[in-house]
Nanobody
């Protein structure tokens, strides 16, 4: 069974940084790619990044490229999303999700993911 638990959301000022965590299991990381999505009030869920332990390939949305970095800690079985130079438009609930196999072009589509965490709130405001 796939279990995902996000943490690390907080209120931060523009220009600040946060690191989100997605805790899971070794078996999940060995069989699934892990994506981060976000959803702001009144907006559709948006793909942020995808990472796979199979080939360490990563994907980033254009809106976060150069500011956000996803990584895997295979010892702790945690996927991180390091977010730097945060902007008010980054405000959203952030979710991690798991899909069997590697990241692919369809990893930007939330409907391809079968397993989701409960989400963690990130608010960027002065």
């Amino acid at each position: 069974q796939v279990h995902l638990v996000e943490s690390g959301g907080d209120l931060v000022q523009p220009g600040g940084s946060l690191r989100l965590s997605c805790a899971t299991s070794r078996s999940t990381l060995g069989l699934h790619s892990i994506a981060w999505f976000r959803q702001a009030p009144g907006k559709e869920r948006e793909a942020v990044s995808c990472i796979s332990s199979f080939d360490e390939a990563t994907y980033y949305a254009e809106s976060v490229k150069g500011r956000f970095t996803s990584s895997i800690d295979n010892f702790r079985n945690v996927v991180y999303l390091q977010m730097n130079t945060l902007k008010p438009e980054d405000t959203a609930v952030y979710f991690c999700a798991a899909e069997a196999g590697k990241c692919w072009s369809g990893s930007t589509d939330a409907t391809n993911f079968d397993y989701w965490g409960q989400g963690t709130q990130v608010t960027v405001s002065s």
